[in-house]
Protein backbone atom coordinates (compact mmCIF):
# COMPACT_ATOMS: atom_id res chain seq x y z
CA UNK A 1 0.00 0.00 0.00
CA UNK A 2 1.46 3.54 -1.18
CA UNK A 3 1.50 4.98 2.27
CA UNK A 4 0.83 8.81 0.83
CA UNK A 5 -0.99 10.00 -2.47
CA UNK A 6 -1.09 13.34 -3.85
CA UNK A 7 -3.62 14.79 -6.16
CA UNK A 8 -4.58 18.14 -7.01
CA UNK A 9 -1.98 19.34 -9.60
CA UNK A 10 -2.40 20.45 -12.93
CA UNK A 11 -1.26 23.57 -15.53
CA UNK A 12 -2.30 26.76 -14.29
CA UNK A 13 -1.66 30.39 -15.33
CA UNK A 14 0.98 32.07 -13.79
CA UNK A 15 -0.74 34.34 -10.91
CA UNK A 16 -3.48 31.41 -10.04
CA UNK A 17 -3.95 29.25 -7.20
CA UNK A 18 -3.90 25.48 -6.98
CA UNK A 19 -4.45 23.03 -3.61
CA UNK A 20 -2.87 19.92 -3.41
CA UNK A 21 -3.88 17.25 -1.17
CA UNK A 22 -1.98 14.47 0.49
CA UNK A 23 -3.52 11.27 1.41
CA UNK A 24 -2.20 9.46 4.29
CA UNK A 25 -4.35 6.29 4.51
CA UNK A 26 -1.55 4.13 4.45
CA UNK A 27 -0.04 5.66 7.89
CA UNK A 28 -1.12 5.15 11.18
CA UNK A 29 -1.98 8.64 12.53
CA UNK A 30 -4.62 6.94 15.05
CA UNK A 31 -1.42 5.82 16.54
CA UNK A 32 1.47 7.59 16.20
CA UNK A 33 2.51 11.26 15.22
CA UNK A 34 3.60 12.33 12.12
CA UNK A 35 5.47 15.51 10.63
CA UNK A 36 4.03 16.62 7.27
CA UNK A 37 5.98 18.43 4.47
CA UNK A 38 5.63 19.10 0.71
CA UNK A 39 8.38 18.68 -1.18
CA UNK A 40 9.27 19.57 -4.96
CA UNK A 41 11.58 19.29 -7.58
CA UNK A 42 11.85 21.05 -10.68
CA UNK A 43 14.11 19.65 -14.10
CA UNK A 44 17.56 19.68 -13.51
CA UNK A 45 17.06 20.88 -9.91
CA UNK A 46 17.42 19.02 -6.24
CA UNK A 47 14.34 18.39 -4.31
CA UNK A 48 13.65 21.20 -1.92
CA UNK A 49 11.03 21.40 0.87
CA UNK A 50 8.84 24.07 0.57
CA UNK A 51 6.72 23.57 3.47
CA UNK A 52 6.08 21.26 7.06
CA UNK A 53 3.10 20.84 9.30
CA UNK A 54 4.00 19.80 12.81
CA UNK A 55 1.42 16.86 14.09
CA UNK A 56 -0.45 19.61 16.07
CA UNK A 57 -0.39 22.15 13.51
CA UNK A 58 1.62 24.39 15.83
CA UNK A 59 4.48 24.54 13.82
CA UNK A 60 5.04 25.26 10.01
CA UNK A 61 7.97 25.81 8.18
CA UNK A 62 7.85 27.20 4.69
CA UNK A 63 10.85 28.16 2.59
CA UNK A 64 11.64 31.37 1.40
CA UNK A 65 10.84 30.94 -1.62
CA UNK A 66 7.09 30.63 -1.02
CA UNK A 67 6.51 32.59 1.90
CA UNK A 68 3.44 34.74 1.84
CA UNK A 69 2.13 32.56 -1.53
CA UNK A 70 1.70 28.59 0.15
CA UNK A 71 -0.26 27.47 2.81
CA UNK A 72 0.32 23.79 4.70
CA UNK A 73 -2.52 22.79 6.71
CA UNK A 74 -3.72 19.31 7.76
CA UNK A 75 -6.51 17.88 9.29
CA UNK A 76 -5.32 14.82 11.28
CA UNK A 77 -9.18 13.13 11.17
CA UNK A 78 -9.27 12.80 7.96
CA UNK A 79 -5.42 11.85 7.50
CA UNK A 80 -4.68 14.53 4.87
CA UNK A 81 -2.37 17.22 4.32
CA UNK A 82 -3.00 19.99 1.90
CA UNK A 83 -1.04 22.56 0.05
CA UNK A 84 -2.57 25.66 -1.00
CA UNK A 85 -0.72 27.71 -3.50
CA UNK A 86 -1.22 31.12 -4.39
CA UNK A 87 -0.16 33.78 -7.28
CA UNK A 88 2.10 30.78 -8.51
CA UNK A 89 5.18 31.67 -10.77
CA UNK A 90 5.97 29.88 -13.80
CA UNK A 91 9.52 28.81 -11.68
CA UNK A 92 6.75 27.03 -9.09
CA UNK A 93 6.48 24.33 -11.80
CA UNK A 94 7.65 20.93 -10.46
CA UNK A 95 7.01 17.76 -9.14
CA UNK A 96 5.26 17.57 -5.71
CA UNK A 97 5.70 15.29 -3.19
CA UNK A 98 4.19 14.58 -0.14
CA UNK A 99 6.29 13.25 2.65
CA UNK A 100 5.96 11.75 6.65
CA UNK A 101 8.49 11.61 9.40
CA UNK A 102 7.06 9.64 12.55
CA UNK A 103 7.78 12.83 14.73
CA UNK A 104 6.04 15.16 17.42
CA UNK A 105 8.23 17.96 16.66
CA UNK A 106 8.36 19.79 13.38
CA UNK A 107 11.14 18.02 11.50
CA UNK A 108 13.04 20.36 8.12
CA UNK A 109 15.39 17.88 7.10
CA UNK A 110 15.02 15.61 3.96
CA UNK A 111 16.89 12.76 5.34
CA UNK A 112 14.36 12.29 8.31
CA UNK A 113 11.03 12.15 6.17
CA UNK A 114 10.63 8.11 5.82
CA UNK A 115 7.65 8.34 4.06
CA UNK A 116 6.94 9.65 0.22
CA UNK A 117 4.40 10.11 -2.21
CA UNK A 118 4.88 9.39 -5.83
CA UNK A 119 4.47 13.36 -6.78
CA UNK A 120 2.00 15.72 -8.44
CA UNK A 121 3.09 17.50 -11.39
CA UNK A 122 2.36 21.45 -11.32
CA UNK A 123 3.29 23.20 -14.35
CA UNK A 124 2.89 27.48 -14.08
CA UNK A 125 2.61 29.03 -17.60
CA UNK A 126 3.66 32.21 -18.10
Known amino acids: QVPLVESGGGLVQAGGSLRLSCGAS??????????MGWFRQAPGKERELVAA????????YYADSVKGRFTISRDNAKNTVYLQMNSLKPEDTAVYYC?????????????????WGQGTQVTVSS
Open 26 to 35: GLTFSRYAYT
Open 99 to 115: AADRSVVLVTTQVAFDY
Open 53 to 60: VSWTGTST
